[in-house]
């Protein structure tokens, strides 16, 4: 819940009495209850609108989840995409991200103002472009299924380097684990400390600073407390330490 600043022409000591007419005789109201009477007072900022990067609702055709159960046991074995937004002082910019699944290195990037598929797939050109031929064709692309990866552009990228294409099948998170926890550390130790960037270069600098730290430093307990970039050259099971 959100409170919204108090109108300096209302004053604490009348807001003090008017609370005290409310709650006589040392009553609380319940949570439900004291909202209402926020509300009727306009003392409650409105609901921010929710942003949505995924855009299901499409003509384009969707692919099977391809992933359940599956382990990858070396890099290039599978990857997940996602997109996210980042606010700005002045609107927000979209995050579009490739990650090895086995390794958790982000393989390809691209922070831009829209959420055209050209950027996202510019991220996955970026990804390519570190893998090999013969890796690309054990490849397994997961997803959601938004418009920027099921789009003819995206998907004829894919074939073209034989890389078999899997999404989620709904809208659970988990789905796409690895993705959303991609997401959630670039967020909590990067963006949400900045509030926002003052704009999209600002960001884009901080972001990819973030990246190379992520990829070459940054310790997960998922692979054995190795950065990404390491567990990227190994094979076979990842030790997982939580």
């Known amino acids: 819940m959100e409170i919204r600043k108090l109108d300096p022409g209302l ?12 709650f006589q ?3 609380v109201p319940g949570r439900d209850a004291f909202c209402g009477v926020m509300r009727e007072h306009k003392l409650l900022l409105p609901r921010p609108k929710p942003r949505h990067t995924t855009n299901s609702n499409h003509r384009y055709h969707k692919y099977k ?3 359940r159960g599956f382990v990858p046991t070396a ?5 997940v995409s996602d997109i996210t937004y980042i606010d700005l002082v002045d609107g927000c910019c979209y995050l579009h991200l490739v990650t090895d699944a086995y390794s958790r290195k982000i393989v390809g990037w691209r922070l831009s103002d829209t959420l055209e598929a050209e950027n996202t797939l510019e991220a996955l050109r970026m990804a390519i472009s570190q893998a090999t031929a013969d890796s690309l064709q054990r490849l397994i692309h997961h997803s959601d299924r938004g ?10 990228e894919l074939k073209r380097y034989g890389v078999r294409i899997s999404m989620t ?15 959630g550390i670039l967020k909590t130790e990067v963006i949400y400390r900045e509030r926002r960037f003052k704009t999209i270069d600002d960001a884009r ?14 310790p997960h307990s998922s692979i054995g407390m ?15 330490l939580w």
């Not at 004053?11 to 409310?22: I, S």
């Not at 600098?205 to 940054?218: A, D, H, P, T």
């Not at 190795?226 to 997982?240: F, I, L, V």
């Open 75 to 79: 890099a290039n074995q599978l990857w």
């Open 226 to 240: 190795k950065a990404p970039s390491k567990a990227h050259a190994e094979q076979g099971m990842q030790q997982r």
């Open 169 to 183: 099948e709904d809208y659970k998170p988990t789905d796409n684990a690895i993705a959303e926890r991609v997401n």
């Open 147 to 156: 418009v920027q990866y099921c789009c003819n552009a995206y998907t004829d």
């Open 25 to 27: 005789n040392d009553w």
């Open 205 to 218: 600098e901080r972001i990819s600073s973030f990246i190379s730290f992520y990829n070459e430093k940054r």
């Open 65 to 67: 989840n391809l992933i």
């Open 11 to 22: 004053g604490y000591y009348k807001l003090w009495l008017m609370m005290k007419g409310l």
